[in-house]
């Protein structure tokens, strides 16, 4: 019976068919975890920068703008 059913899934048409419903599963769990939570979407939305940058300059992102602001802010109380 198990031979069977790895003889079954082993068929072309079928293999192919789960692993495009794995991988399909596998990147709407991967999206879901990027886009749930706004701390997790700043930080990763900082680092779309990153391939720009040389190891002596540092470009500014919206996130660290936001975290100097803050700190600016947060200082002055």
């Given amino acids: 019976m198990i031979s069977e059913f790895f003889n079954w899934i082993g068929r072309p048409e079928i293999a192919?068919?789960?692993?495009?419903?794995l991988l399909f599963g596998v990147f709407i769990v991967v999206?879901?975890?990027v886009y749930t939570g706004k701390k997790r979407?700043?930080?990763?939305?900082?680092?779309?920068?990153?391939?720009f940058l040389?190891?002596?300059?540092?470009?500014s992102t919206d996130a660290n703008?936001?975290?100097v602001s803050k700190n600016e802010s947060e200082s002055r109380k």
């Fill in 31 to 33: 999206l879901i975890y």
């Fill in 54 to 59: 040389d190891d002596h300059d540092h470009v």
């Fill in 41 to 51: 979407g700043k930080r990763l939305e900082s680092y779309k920068d990153i391939p």
């Fill in 16 to 21: 192919k068919t789960i692993e495009l419903f």
């Fill in 65 to 67: 703008k936001e975290q």
